[in-house]
């Protein structure tokens, strides 16, 4: 599964008009099918670092994201919607991400419909993106006010796959939820994994949650990456001070690792409903 990268940042640095530099120099690739884990203190730049792989940010001179051989930072907005619809994110706040007014299963139809797909084709897409995430079919008529932060998040992860991109960058993507809820979401999204082969860029100031799911993880402090290697490595013998501080910190251990793809064949895709 280890693909060749589909994606590779190189030299990304940037300061907000005003303020410090809040990224320096920060270079990284992700494997296809595989799992990037950023972790950091808050401050530490990893919005900034995901927002400029995402091309809400535009890096400093110098800085390059190639997406599947695209250059992204020069490439024309026309262009770039094509892109946008393989690579996807899973926001932090379901509530604030999604809109009050209309239902998640308009909504998540709508990431379709702004790709070009009927209303109908988009609707079939929602409802079975919604079962995949094990969303029953009728909460598809509910607002998101009517779900827990638990199932509004599992609707975020079908918006996000609708499209079936390739890449998806979750930046605490769980941070909101309680912890029996997170190992379940982190779970769905291992389990998506394993299944479709899709990579992420997981960022989270918790290193227990980046553990759960990443297969490499870079550490980030003050807007540089200070250490990097696999989950492994970062959590049984971390070489920076920082790094042992950000393990202090983290609660224990999630109860489950991310499935290796021996054992998510057998496993079903639906977790119980929290
Ligand atoms: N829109 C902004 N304007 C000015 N400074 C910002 C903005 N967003 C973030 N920052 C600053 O940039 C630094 C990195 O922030 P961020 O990337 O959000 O860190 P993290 O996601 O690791 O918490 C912080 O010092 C933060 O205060
Ligand atoms: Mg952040």
Request: hydrophobic residues 45%.
């Amino acid at each position: 599964m280890n693909g060749a990268p589909i994606l590779r940042a190189e030299h990304l640095s940037l300061r907000y008009p005003g303020g410090k530099q809040a990224v320096s120099d920060v270079s990284l690739s992700i494997s296809a099918g595989t799992t990037l884990g950023i972790v950091g203190e808050s401050g530490s730049g990893k919005s900034t670092t995901a927002k400029m792989i995402l091309r809400l940010l535009k890096p400093a001179a110098g800085g390059s994201v190639v997406f599947d051989g695209v250059e992204l930072t020069s490439l024309p907005q026309r262009s770039l919607k094509r892109i946008r619809r393989r690579l996807q994110v899973i926001p932090q706040n379901p509530q604030a991400s999604f809109n009050p007014r209309m239902t998640v299963g308009a909504s998540v139809a709508f990431n379709l419909r702004v790709h070009g797909a009927t209303r109908s084709v988009a609707w079939d897409r929602a409802a079975h993106m919604l079962d995949r995430v094990g969303i029953p079919a009728a909460y598809a008529h509910r607002f998101p006010r009517e779900l827990s932060g638990g199932q509004l998040q599992r609707c975020a992860i079908a918006r996000a796959l609708i499209t079936e991109p390739e890449l998806v960058v979750c930046d605490e993507a769980v941070s909101a939820l309680d912890k029996s809820v997170q190992a379940q979401v982190l779970n769905l999204l291992a389990h998506i994994q394993a299944e479709s082969g899709i990579a992420y860029l997981f960022v989270s100031h918790d290193l227990a949650v980046v553990e759960h799911v990443a297969d490499h993880v870079l550490v980030m402090q003050h807007g540089r990456v200070v250490e990097e290697g696999t989950a492994a490595q970062i959590w049984s013998a971390p070489s920076q001070p920082y790094t042992r501080s950000l393990l202090d910190a983290a609660p224990d251990r999630l109860l489950a690792r991310k499935p290796t793809p021996s054992t998510h064949a057998a496993t079903a895709w639906k977790a119980p409903l929290d």
